[in-house]
């Protein structure tokens, strides 16, 4: 796809002023929605609504009616890098090259500025006001984005990580951690969207697998740029992941091995949605972003 960086612009720019709506909504002033504001709009990739949008595209939906579906999933996403960063877990002051939120503000207010971004998430996703379509079709959007943010995806991935610190943790262990931590999360905003675009059984499995794989290869890029990355495009601390112990894909498998796993996982990707034809294209590109990226 060519202009890749022009669809990524025009799509993050449509999902932060819809983030703005959705904000306007909520009751201004105060430390808890100044914390929430802060969190919100440091910046970030928007990747998860931006596949959200590009998977109904492709199955021949509107991007507009998987922007707030994305939305909730980009509030979701941003309550669980607050709740990250927390001394308890990371310890890491810095998130999108800003004091992260316990660090601006104080624990106890990041705490509950995490809390209100998740329930705020399942606000929009069960208001006609954001949502446009009913029934059967919204049930399933709020079943399959709240299963794959608690116990079945990435908060399981997230106790999984904290008891692996400086444990021995093998490769399959360390993909299925991934998988929930990382992966559930793009998987959903991906099935939102093949939901939204009313996308067939055959559709909807081919997306499941290309999402799949695009969430791997997002970690293992992750992990790469905690090494080796630069903190000022990254906006975060790098070498923290060694610093708490963790495992990662470049400690297990080495620094060349783990990119050419990542290019495998984003092969994999582009072959499940063949078949899919043009629409597809800024899904394709947006695989190839995934472990390209430098932030």
Same mark, same amino acid.
């Given at each position: 796809?060519?202009?890749?960086?022009?669809?990524?612009?025009?799509? %993050?720019?449509?999902? +932060? #002023?819809?983030?703005?709506?959705?904000?306007?909504?909520?009751?201004? $002033?105060?430390?808890?929605?100044?914390?929430?504001? @802060?969190?919100?709009?440091?910046?970030?990739?928007?990747?998860?609504?931006?596949?959200?949008?590009?998977?109904?595209?492709?199955?021949? !939906?509107?991007?507009?009616?998987?922007?707030?579906?994305?939305?909730?999933?980009?509030?979701?996403?941003?309550?669980? =890098?607050?709740?990250?960063?927390?001394?308890?877990?990371?310890?890491?002051?810095?998130?999108?090259?800003?004091?992260?939120?316990?660090?601006?503000?104080?624990?106890?207010?990041?705490?509950?500025?995490?809390?209100?971004?998740?329930? =705020?998430?399942?606000?929009?996703? &069960?208001?006609?006001?954001?949502?446009?379509?009913?029934?059967?079709?919204?049930?399933?959007?709020? @079943?399959?984005?709240?299963?794959?943010?608690? +116990?079945? !995806?990435?908060?399981? !991935?997230?106790?999984?990580?904290?008891?692996? *610190?400086?444990?021995?943790?093998?490769?399959? *262990?360390?993909?299925?951690?991934?998988?929930?931590?990382?992966?559930?999360?793009?998987?959903?905003?991906? @099935?939102?969207?093949?939901?939204?675009?009313?996308?067939?059984?055959? %559709?909807?499995?081919? =997306?499941?697998?290309?999402?799949?794989?695009? $969430? =791997?290869?997002? *970690?293992?890029?992750?992990?790469?740029? +905690?090494? #080796? $990355?630069?903190?000022?495009?990254?906006?975060? &601390?790098?070498?923290?992941?060694?610093?708490? $112990?963790?495992?990662?894909?470049?400690?297990?498998?080495?620094?060349?091995?783990?990119?050419?796993?990542?290019? %495998?996982?984003? #092969?994999?990707?582009?072959?499940?949605?063949?078949?899919?034809?043009?629409?597809?294209?800024?899904?394709?590109?947006?695989?190839?972003?995934?472990?390209?990226?430098?932030?």
């Amino acid at each position: 796809m060519k202009n890749l960086e022009t669809y990524l612009a025009r799509r %993050q720019k449509a999902v +932060n #002023e819809a983030l703005d709506r959705i904000l306007a909504d909520c009751v201004p $002033g105060g430390r808890l929605f100044s914390a929430m504001r @802060h969190s919100l709009k440091a910046g970030g990739k928007r990747l998860r609504p931006i596949l959200c949008m590009a998977a109904a595209e492709a199955v021949g !939906g509107t991007w507009e009616d998987a922007l707030f579906p994305g939305c909730a999933i980009e509030l979701i996403h941003t309550y669980s =890098l607050v709740h990250d960063d927390l001394p308890a877990i990371d310890n890491d002051p810095l998130r999108r090259g800003q004091p992260a939120c316990h660090a601006a503000f104080d624990e106890a207010t990041a705490i509950f500025a995490g809390d209100a971004l998740h329930t =705020l998430a399942f606000e929009v996703l &069960s208001s006609d006001r954001y949502i446009f379509f009913q029934g059967k079709r919204r049930l399933a959007l709020i @079943h399959l984005i709240s299963r794959a943010t608690g +116990n079945h !995806g990435m908060i399981e !991935g997230q106790m999984r990580d904290i008891l692996a *610190q400086g444990g021995n943790l093998g490769l399959d *262990q360390l993909k299925e951690l991934h998988r929930l931590k990382t992966g559930a999360l793009i998987t959903a905003s991906v @099935h939102a969207g093949a939901l939204t675009g009313k996308a067939t059984v055959r %559709q909807t499995g081919k =997306l499941i697998e290309y999402a799949e794989n695009i $969430g =791997l290869a997002f *970690q293992v890029a992750d992990d790469l740029l +905690n090494v #080796e $990355g630069d903190p000022l495009l990254t906006g975060k &601390s790098i070498g923290t992941d060694h610093v708490l $112990g963790k495992a990662t894909f470049p400690n297990l498998m080495g620094i060349d091995a783990s990119r050419k796993f990542a290019a %495998q996982l984003v #092969e994999k990707s582009l072959q499940a949605i063949e078949s899919l034809g043009i629409k597809a294209n800024p899904l394709r590109a947006v695989a190839k972003y995934v472990i390209e990226r430098k932030l």
